[in-house]
């Protein structure tokens, strides 16, 4: 198994943990979020046009410094990015707003 196909034996953000399916579907494109509070999680990026990914995103989060926050995961400049299905790239956690 390579490295993307253990990622994705993880959970997609959004998803209930106790949900019977947390896991990613085969036909669609995740990123995978490094870091912070979120760290492990896939992201759900399928339709995102490139410019999308590349404003970062902000995302709610019990798990944040202010509970009920969000934490800010953005990508590194420059990083390829893989055509999906799968996992397509990694954002990486960069702070956290209330």
Not at 14 to 19: P, S, V
């Amino acid at each position: 198994m390579n490295g993307d196909e253990q990622l994705l034996n993880g959970r997609v953000y959004g998803r209930e943990h106790d949900d019977p399916n947390p896991g990613p579907l085969p036909h669609r494109t995740y990123a995978v979020l490094v870091g912070g509070p979120l760290d492990g999680l896939l992201l759900d990026i399928e339709g995102w046009r490139p410019e999308e990914i590349d404003d970062g995103v902000a995302l709610i989060t019990e798990l944040s410094r202010w509970p009920g926050g969000r934490a800010l995961y953005d990508p590194r400049p420059g990083e390829p990015r893989t055509p999906g299905p799968g996992v397509s790239c990694r954002l990486y956690y960069s702070g956290d707003v209330p």
